[in-house]
């Protein structure tokens, strides 16, 4: 009996203590709604070839990681292989909507809820990008993030060498599950 209590006891602490900490780290919700965006990113002299399903999913797995609607739309242009000769300077054209918080009287318009939440790239996350990408999301940042409500807190680009890696790490409104 005794031990039966000890051991409802320590559930009850270690509960509470997990509950605690879940709710520390938790983003807190916010009411938002999708806002769309169309960008269109224009890369120059990438180190190698990209093919055109390489850019779109490699576009589609960072834009559902930076929160982006499931539904979008990815156009690569001047990919791959054309003329004979290897096209190292694509466009990507995407469409896409990322949550955007609602102040004031607009909070009656909410769709969704979101909260900040910090997001990193880097080889294998998203798994489509590997350490080769380092350039490609170098431009990315510079050409997608760059005009998106996100915030870049470190980026770390070592596109040179043997040993190729990024990582960037930024702030993003990520819709609540």
């Known amino acids: 009996m005794r031990a039966t209590k000890t051991l409802l006891l320590f559930l009850a602490v270690a509960l509470a203590v997990a509950t605690e900490a879940l709710a520390a780290t938790a983003p807190a919700a916010a009411p938002a709604e999708w806002r769309s965006y169309a960008v269109l990113v224009d890369f120059t002299d990438l180190p190698r070839t990209y093919s055109c399903d390489d850019l779109w999913y490699k576009f589609r797995d960072v834009l559902l990681k930076l929160g982006a609607r499931a539904y979008m739309t990815i156009t690569p ?101």
Do not use: N, W
Not at 78 to 87: I, M, Q, S, Y
């Open 77 to 177: 242009y001047r990919c791959g292989v054309r003329g004979g000769g290897e096209a190292r300077s694509p466009q990507v054209e995407v469409k896409f909507q990322l949550p955007q918080p609602l102040h004031g009287d607009t909070v009656r318009y909410a769709q969704i809820s979101a909260g900040d939440e910090t997001i990193k790239l880097a080889p294998g996350s998203p798994r489509t990008l590997g350490p080769d990408d380092c350039e490609l999301v170098r431009q990315m940042q510079q050409g997608l993030l760059a005009v998106l409500p996100v915030r870049v807190t470190s980026a770390d680009f070592r596109c040179t060498g043997a040993r190729e890696s990024f990582a960037l790490t930024l702030d993003a409104v990520i819709a609540m599950r």
